[in-house]
Protein backbone atom coordinates (compact mmCIF):
# COMPACT_ATOMS: atom_id res chain seq x y z
CA UNK A 1 0.00 0.00 0.00
CA UNK A 2 1.48 3.41 -1.07
CA UNK A 3 2.17 5.56 1.88
CA UNK A 4 -0.75 8.11 3.09
CA UNK A 5 -0.92 10.96 0.88
CA UNK A 6 1.07 9.76 -2.12
CA UNK A 7 -2.11 7.89 -4.21
CA UNK A 8 -4.75 10.28 -4.30
CA UNK A 9 -7.52 9.98 -7.16
CA UNK A 10 -9.13 13.11 -8.25
CA UNK A 11 -10.37 13.94 -11.94
CA UNK A 12 -7.78 14.98 -14.22
CA UNK A 13 -6.59 18.39 -14.39
CA UNK A 14 -8.72 20.41 -16.34
CA UNK A 15 -7.67 22.59 -19.85
CA UNK A 16 -8.47 25.32 -22.22
CA UNK A 17 -7.16 26.88 -25.17
CA UNK A 18 -7.23 30.36 -25.61
CA UNK A 19 -8.78 31.90 -28.58
CA UNK A 20 -5.72 33.48 -30.54
CA UNK A 21 -3.35 30.63 -29.87
CA UNK A 22 -4.74 27.53 -29.59
CA UNK A 23 -1.77 26.84 -26.91
CA UNK A 24 -3.56 25.16 -23.84
CA UNK A 25 -3.58 26.59 -20.84
CA UNK A 26 -4.37 25.39 -17.16
CA UNK A 27 -7.28 26.54 -15.35
CA UNK A 28 -6.88 25.89 -11.79
CA UNK A 29 -9.79 26.87 -10.31
CA UNK A 30 -10.00 23.27 -8.87
CA UNK A 31 -7.08 21.61 -8.98
CA UNK A 32 -6.69 18.20 -8.89
CA UNK A 33 -4.24 14.99 -10.38
CA UNK A 34 -4.47 12.23 -11.37
CA UNK A 35 -3.01 8.56 -10.03
CA UNK A 36 -0.50 8.06 -12.42
CA UNK A 37 0.96 11.09 -11.39
CA UNK A 38 3.01 10.06 -8.26
CA UNK A 39 5.10 12.73 -6.00
CA UNK A 40 8.25 11.71 -6.98
CA UNK A 41 8.01 13.25 -10.17
CA UNK A 42 6.59 16.21 -9.12
CA UNK A 43 9.10 16.79 -6.71
CA UNK A 44 11.55 16.31 -9.61
CA UNK A 45 9.91 19.12 -11.28
CA UNK A 46 9.96 21.22 -8.48
CA UNK A 47 13.28 20.91 -7.78
CA UNK A 48 14.34 21.66 -11.37
CA UNK A 49 12.30 24.11 -11.64
CA UNK A 50 14.18 25.78 -8.71
CA UNK A 51 17.42 24.96 -9.89
CA UNK A 52 16.80 25.07 -13.99
CA UNK A 53 18.78 22.24 -14.33
CA UNK A 54 17.16 18.63 -14.88
CA UNK A 55 20.42 16.85 -14.10
CA UNK A 56 21.35 18.80 -10.56
CA UNK A 57 17.55 17.82 -9.95
CA UNK A 58 17.55 14.35 -10.11
CA UNK A 59 20.95 13.73 -8.83
CA UNK A 60 19.73 15.13 -5.63
CA UNK A 61 17.17 12.59 -5.27
CA UNK A 62 19.22 9.72 -6.45
CA UNK A 63 17.99 9.70 -10.16
CA UNK A 64 20.43 9.88 -13.33
CA UNK A 65 20.26 12.43 -15.61
CA UNK A 66 18.57 9.93 -18.94
CA UNK A 67 16.08 8.76 -15.89
CA UNK A 68 15.09 12.65 -14.80
CA UNK A 69 14.47 13.45 -18.45
CA UNK A 70 12.12 10.63 -18.92
CA UNK A 71 10.25 11.32 -15.89
CA UNK A 72 9.72 14.69 -16.19
CA UNK A 73 8.49 14.07 -20.46
CA UNK A 74 6.04 11.29 -18.74
CA UNK A 75 4.71 14.31 -16.73
CA UNK A 76 4.37 16.78 -19.67
CA UNK A 77 2.81 13.96 -21.51
CA UNK A 78 0.09 13.47 -18.90
CA UNK A 79 -0.58 17.08 -18.67
CA UNK A 80 -0.51 17.73 -22.51
CA UNK A 81 1.90 20.84 -22.19
CA UNK A 82 5.66 21.63 -21.83
CA UNK A 83 6.20 22.29 -18.38
CA UNK A 84 10.13 23.34 -18.93
CA UNK A 85 11.50 24.71 -21.89
CA UNK A 86 14.69 22.65 -22.97
CA UNK A 87 17.83 23.59 -25.14
CA UNK A 88 21.31 22.01 -25.34
CA UNK A 89 22.24 25.37 -23.18
CA UNK A 90 19.38 26.02 -20.53
CA UNK A 91 16.21 25.02 -19.17
CA UNK A 92 13.73 27.95 -18.37
CA UNK A 93 10.30 27.48 -16.99
CA UNK A 94 7.16 27.76 -19.58
CA UNK A 95 4.44 29.69 -19.04
CA UNK A 96 2.09 26.52 -18.22
CA UNK A 97 5.23 25.15 -15.72
CA UNK A 98 5.03 28.88 -13.82
CA UNK A 99 1.08 28.16 -13.17
CA UNK A 100 0.94 24.58 -12.54
CA UNK A 101 4.66 25.00 -9.95
CA UNK A 102 2.58 26.52 -6.58
CA UNK A 103 0.58 23.79 -7.07
CA UNK A 104 2.63 21.32 -7.10
CA UNK A 105 4.21 22.39 -4.03
CA UNK A 106 0.76 22.70 -2.21
CA UNK A 107 0.73 18.60 -3.31
CA UNK A 108 4.08 18.42 -1.87
CA UNK A 109 3.29 20.30 1.60
CA UNK A 110 0.36 18.07 1.73
CA UNK A 111 2.02 14.83 1.49
CA UNK A 112 5.08 15.79 4.38
CA UNK A 113 2.66 17.01 6.29
CA UNK A 114 0.45 13.95 5.81
CA UNK A 115 3.39 11.81 6.23
CA UNK A 116 4.76 13.76 9.40
CA UNK A 117 0.98 13.28 11.23
CA UNK A 118 1.40 9.58 11.52
CA UNK A 119 5.07 9.62 12.37
CA UNK A 120 6.37 8.60 8.90
CA UNK A 121 8.72 10.74 6.99
CA UNK A 122 10.43 13.56 9.12
CA UNK A 123 8.54 17.00 10.19
CA UNK A 124 12.52 18.39 9.69
CA UNK A 125 13.16 21.88 7.58
CA UNK A 126 14.45 21.04 4.42
CA UNK A 127 14.21 22.44 0.68
CA UNK A 128 13.98 25.25 -0.87
CA UNK A 129 12.86 28.20 0.38
CA UNK A 130 11.54 31.28 -1.80
CA UNK A 131 11.76 34.37 -0.13
CA UNK A 132 10.98 38.20 -1.22
CA UNK A 133 11.57 41.07 0.89
CA UNK A 134 12.52 44.79 0.87
CA UNK A 135 16.14 45.54 -0.21
CA UNK A 136 16.60 47.97 2.44
CA UNK A 137 15.03 45.81 5.18
CA UNK A 138 16.80 42.63 4.48
CA UNK A 139 20.55 44.46 4.23
CA UNK A 140 19.84 45.75 7.79
CA UNK A 141 17.82 43.11 9.50
CA UNK A 142 17.96 40.01 7.72
CA UNK A 143 20.93 39.57 5.96
CA UNK A 144 23.20 39.91 9.34
CA UNK A 145 21.38 37.52 10.96
CA UNK A 146 20.97 34.68 8.27
CA UNK A 147 24.66 32.75 8.89
CA UNK A 148 22.41 31.93 12.30
CA UNK A 149 19.38 30.77 10.36
CA UNK A 150 21.81 27.96 8.27
CA UNK A 151 23.55 26.96 11.22
CA UNK A 152 20.25 26.16 13.06
CA UNK A 153 18.40 24.38 9.56
CA UNK A 154 21.05 22.99 7.26
CA UNK A 155 18.94 21.41 4.94
CA UNK A 156 16.68 24.71 3.93
CA UNK A 157 18.26 26.80 1.30
CA UNK A 158 17.44 30.25 0.83
CA UNK A 159 16.45 31.72 -2.52
CA UNK A 160 16.03 35.57 -1.52
CA UNK A 161 14.34 38.24 -4.13
CA UNK A 162 15.41 41.93 -2.41
CA UNK A 163 13.74 44.81 -4.15
CA UNK A 164 10.98 47.63 -2.63
CA UNK A 165 9.51 46.24 -6.06
CA UNK A 166 6.53 43.94 -4.94
CA UNK A 167 6.19 40.63 -6.80
CA UNK A 168 3.47 38.76 -6.79
CA UNK A 169 3.82 35.58 -4.13
CA UNK A 170 1.47 33.65 -6.43
CA UNK A 171 2.70 33.91 -9.77
CA UNK A 172 5.92 34.04 -8.69
CA UNK A 173 5.81 30.90 -6.73
CA UNK A 174 7.17 32.39 -3.72
CA UNK A 175 6.92 30.65 -0.02
CA UNK A 176 6.71 33.97 2.12
CA UNK A 177 7.06 37.76 1.64
CA UNK A 178 7.51 40.66 3.66
CA UNK A 179 4.99 43.04 3.46
CA UNK A 180 4.47 46.57 4.56
CA UNK A 181 1.03 47.36 3.55
CA UNK A 182 -2.01 46.31 4.74
CA UNK A 183 -3.51 42.31 3.47
CA UNK A 184 -5.83 42.65 1.14
CA UNK A 185 -5.72 39.32 -1.03
CA UNK A 186 -7.89 37.23 0.25
CA UNK A 187 -5.55 34.17 -1.84
CA UNK A 188 -2.91 35.16 1.92
CA UNK A 189 -2.28 35.07 4.91
CA UNK A 190 -0.12 37.41 6.94
CA UNK A 191 1.65 36.85 10.42
CA UNK A 192 2.84 40.03 12.16
CA UNK A 193 6.24 40.61 12.66
CA UNK A 194 6.74 44.46 13.83
CA UNK A 195 5.48 47.66 13.96
CA UNK A 196 6.19 50.47 10.98
CA UNK A 197 6.00 53.53 12.71
CA UNK A 198 6.81 56.31 9.59
CA UNK A 199 8.02 60.00 10.16
CA UNK A 200 9.20 63.15 8.53
CA UNK A 201 12.75 63.79 8.40
CA UNK A 202 15.35 66.30 6.93
CA UNK A 203 18.90 66.91 6.79
CA UNK A 204 20.58 69.54 9.72
CA UNK A 205 21.93 71.01 6.60
CA UNK A 206 18.97 71.69 4.83
CA UNK A 207 16.86 72.39 8.25
CA UNK A 208 19.47 74.97 7.73
CA UNK A 209 19.30 76.34 4.35
CA UNK A 210 15.37 76.37 4.45
CA UNK A 211 14.19 77.15 8.37
CA UNK A 212 12.94 74.75 10.78
CA UNK A 213 9.53 73.47 10.58
CA UNK A 214 6.97 74.83 13.86
CA UNK A 215 3.84 73.45 12.57
CA UNK A 216 2.60 71.16 10.08
CA UNK A 217 1.40 74.45 7.77
CA UNK A 218 5.28 75.13 7.45
CA UNK A 219 5.39 72.09 5.38
CA UNK A 220 3.93 73.99 2.25
CA UNK A 221 7.41 75.99 2.52
CA UNK A 222 9.31 73.35 1.87
CA UNK A 223 11.15 70.85 -0.67
CA UNK A 224 8.72 67.25 -0.05
CA UNK A 225 10.02 63.97 -1.38
CA UNK A 226 7.89 61.45 -2.23
CA UNK A 227 7.66 57.60 -2.10
CA UNK A 228 6.54 55.48 -5.38
CA UNK A 229 2.78 57.83 -5.51
CA UNK A 230 2.16 61.18 -4.93
CA UNK A 231 -0.56 61.04 -2.50
CA UNK A 232 -1.53 62.95 1.16
CA UNK A 233 -0.73 61.29 4.26
CA UNK A 234 -2.03 61.84 7.40
CA UNK A 235 -0.43 62.51 10.26
CA UNK A 236 -1.48 62.49 14.11
CA UNK A 237 -0.25 63.15 17.26
CA UNK A 238 -0.75 61.25 20.93
CA UNK A 239 -3.11 63.88 21.75
CA UNK A 240 -5.28 63.25 18.18
CA UNK A 241 -4.30 66.30 16.45
CA UNK A 242 -4.17 65.70 12.33
CA UNK A 243 -2.40 67.08 10.01
CA UNK A 244 -1.48 66.51 6.45
CA UNK A 245 1.45 65.33 4.41
CA UNK A 246 0.79 66.25 0.96
CA UNK A 247 3.48 66.12 -1.50
CA UNK A 248 1.10 66.85 -4.59
CA UNK A 249 -0.02 70.08 -2.66
CA UNK A 250 3.53 71.36 -2.69
CA UNK A 251 6.78 71.77 -4.17
CA UNK A 252 7.74 67.97 -4.64
CA UNK A 253 11.29 67.50 -6.94
CA UNK A 254 11.42 64.52 -6.33
CA UNK A 255 9.46 61.16 -6.55
CA UNK A 256 11.53 57.80 -5.89
CA UNK A 257 10.74 54.08 -5.99
CA UNK A 258 13.74 52.74 -3.66
CA UNK A 259 13.45 53.63 -0.19
CA UNK A 260 17.50 53.19 0.67
CA UNK A 261 17.61 56.42 -2.34
CA UNK A 262 15.16 58.47 -0.69
CA UNK A 263 17.02 57.80 2.27
CA UNK A 264 20.24 58.93 0.66
CA UNK A 265 18.50 61.75 -0.90
CA UNK A 266 17.31 63.06 2.36
CA UNK A 267 20.81 62.95 3.79
CA UNK A 268 22.25 64.80 0.85
CA UNK A 269 19.89 68.00 1.44
CA UNK A 270 17.80 66.96 -1.43
CA UNK A 271 14.31 68.00 1.26
CA UNK A 272 11.81 66.56 3.59
CA UNK A 273 10.79 62.88 3.40
CA UNK A 274 8.80 60.08 5.51
CA UNK A 275 10.33 57.16 6.28
CA UNK A 276 10.26 54.06 8.07
CA UNK A 277 11.65 54.74 11.50
CA UNK A 278 13.56 51.64 11.18
CA UNK A 279 15.38 52.37 8.31
CA UNK A 280 16.58 55.77 9.45
CA UNK A 281 17.31 55.24 13.14
CA UNK A 282 21.03 55.13 13.28
CA UNK A 283 21.13 58.31 11.02
CA UNK A 284 18.94 59.54 13.63
CA UNK A 285 21.35 58.58 15.98
CA UNK A 286 24.55 59.67 14.52
CA UNK A 287 22.39 63.47 13.92
CA UNK A 288 23.28 62.32 9.65
CA UNK A 289 19.25 62.93 10.14
CA UNK A 290 16.91 65.15 12.21
CA UNK A 291 13.54 63.98 13.33
CA UNK A 292 10.77 66.77 11.53
CA UNK A 293 7.95 67.74 13.45
CA UNK A 294 8.37 65.02 16.25
CA UNK A 295 5.56 65.36 17.84
CA UNK A 296 3.91 63.90 14.63
CA UNK A 297 3.94 60.64 13.42
CA UNK A 298 1.96 58.27 9.74
CA UNK A 299 -1.15 57.86 11.50
CA UNK A 300 -1.96 54.71 9.38
CA UNK A 301 -1.62 51.54 11.12
CA UNK A 302 1.63 50.39 9.25
CA UNK A 303 3.07 46.87 10.28
CA UNK A 304 5.51 44.61 8.48
CA UNK A 305 3.92 41.48 8.03
CA UNK A 306 5.05 38.22 6.96
CA UNK A 307 2.44 37.18 4.36
CA UNK A 308 1.96 33.47 2.46
CA UNK A 309 -0.05 31.88 -0.02
CA UNK A 310 -3.20 30.57 2.18
CA UNK A 311 -2.87 26.63 2.23
CA UNK A 312 -4.49 23.53 4.54
CA UNK A 313 -0.87 22.91 5.90
CA UNK A 314 2.07 25.68 6.75
CA UNK A 315 5.89 23.64 5.79
CA UNK A 316 8.38 22.73 7.87
CA UNK A 317 10.61 25.56 6.08
CA UNK A 318 7.76 28.55 5.77
CA UNK A 319 7.30 27.99 9.79
CA UNK A 320 10.65 27.80 10.88
CA UNK A 321 11.98 30.75 8.72
CA UNK A 322 9.48 33.00 9.91
CA UNK A 323 9.02 31.83 13.76
CA UNK A 324 13.43 33.00 13.35
CA UNK A 325 12.26 36.16 11.72
CA UNK A 326 9.81 36.65 14.63
CA UNK A 327 12.40 36.04 17.28
CA UNK A 328 15.22 37.67 16.03
CA UNK A 329 13.36 40.71 14.60
CA UNK A 330 9.64 41.05 15.58
CA UNK A 331 10.23 40.03 19.47
CA UNK A 332 12.40 42.95 20.47
CA UNK A 333 12.93 45.24 17.02
CA UNK A 334 16.28 46.96 17.28
CA UNK A 335 14.44 50.60 15.42
CA UNK A 336 12.36 50.99 18.93
CA UNK A 337 15.27 50.48 20.99
CA UNK A 338 16.41 53.84 19.46
CA UNK A 339 13.19 55.40 20.65
CA UNK A 340 13.79 54.16 24.07
Excluded at 254 to 259: A, E, F, K, R, V
Excluded at 267 to 291: D, F, K, P, T, Y
Amino acid sequence: MAPFGVSIVEPEIPLAETEKTGKKRFQFSVFAYNRAMNTQTLRLFVLAADKLNISAAGRELGLVPAVSSARLAKLEHQLGVELLHRSTRKVSLSLEGAEFLPYAREILAQEDAALAALGQGSAEATGTLRFTAPSTFAQLYIAPILAKFQDQHPGVTLDLRLSDTQFDLIEGSYDLALRNAPLIDTSLKGRKLANDKRILCAAPDYLETYGELKTPDDLAKHKLIAFRQIRARTLKTAHGATATFDPDATNCPLIMDDGLSQKLATIAGAGISMNSLWSIQEELASGALRHVLPEYEAAEENVLWLIYPKSNVLSPKVRVFMDFLVAEIGANPPWEKSEN
